[in-house]
């Protein structure tokens, strides 16, 4: 797809991996609708982007939240792309300290935001894109955010490991299931990305978490996703897959 034009919902657009797509969409002359938690900077980063964008605040776990924040986007030329980059993790080992079991309670509350906020974000969007008409015999795109934790889950990590590793299972099997509608359906697993959150590490943490890295030895930058991101999109062939975006780096365990 050609992303002139395209209109594409981006969550967690506010800030990190989802604001620097969301800025290389508009760049390349595309139309953004920033989906965040009221709380966020959604409504400042879209007086910086102009008349290209839109925010539309939502919670992506809530059904009629995240669907009233798509009727924006189907307002703004129509959905036919979608970034999905909301999420976050919490540290929970099987056994404390004391040898208790781990909380449920954590461990519930990161499936659901990584995992079944994916799937709605996934089904809710692909309903709009199916009513799309063909364009170059495709009607959408969604791109899914997952993690070298997939694969490689550090100890602490075994909630976030799970989730992200639903989304990876989930990548073919909904790139098939939306073939008949002419959608495809990609997920990127980072690997130690350059955000919001590592900014606020020590320089000494982050050079010893750029130096885990192989090549290049240093953190990924939100716009090497958006660049990714953006290729997903527009590449018609690209589809059912997981693609690592890491510098080749394979996690420790701890």
Known sequence: MRLEGLCTAVTGGASGLGLATARRLIEAGGKVVIIDLPGSAGAGVVKEFGAAARFAAADVTDAGEFAAALDVADEFGGLRGL??????????????????????????????????????????????????????????????????????????????????????????????????????????????????????????????????????????????FAGLACQILENGYLNGETIRLDGAIRMAPR
Not at 88 to 105: F, Q
Not at 128 to 148: F, H, K, P, W, Y
Not at 175 to 181: E, F, I, P, Q
Request: hydrophobic share 45%; proline share 5%.
């Open 83 to 224: 970034v999905h980059c909301a999420g976050a993790g919490r540290r929970l080992r099987l056994l404390d300290k004391e040898g208790e079991p781990g909380s449920l309670e954590d461990f519930e509350w990161v499936i659901r935001l990584n995992l079944i906020g994916s799937f709605n974000a996934l089904r809710l969007a692909a309903a709009r894109m199916a009513r799309q008409d063909e364009r170059d015999g495709e009607r959408g795109a969604i791109v899914l955010t997952a993690s070298v934790a997939a694969y490689e889950g550090q100890i602490g990590q075994i909630p976030y490991t799970a989730a992200k590793a639903g989304i990876v299972g989930m990548t073919l099997t909904a790139a098939r299931d939306l073939a008949s509608r002419s959608i495809r359906v990609c997920t990127i697993a980072p690997g130690i990305m350059d955000t919001p959150l590592l900014a606020r590490l020590r320089e000494d943490v982050r050079a010893s978490l750029e130096a885990t890295v192989p090549n290049p030895a240093r953190l990924g930058r939100p716009e090497e």
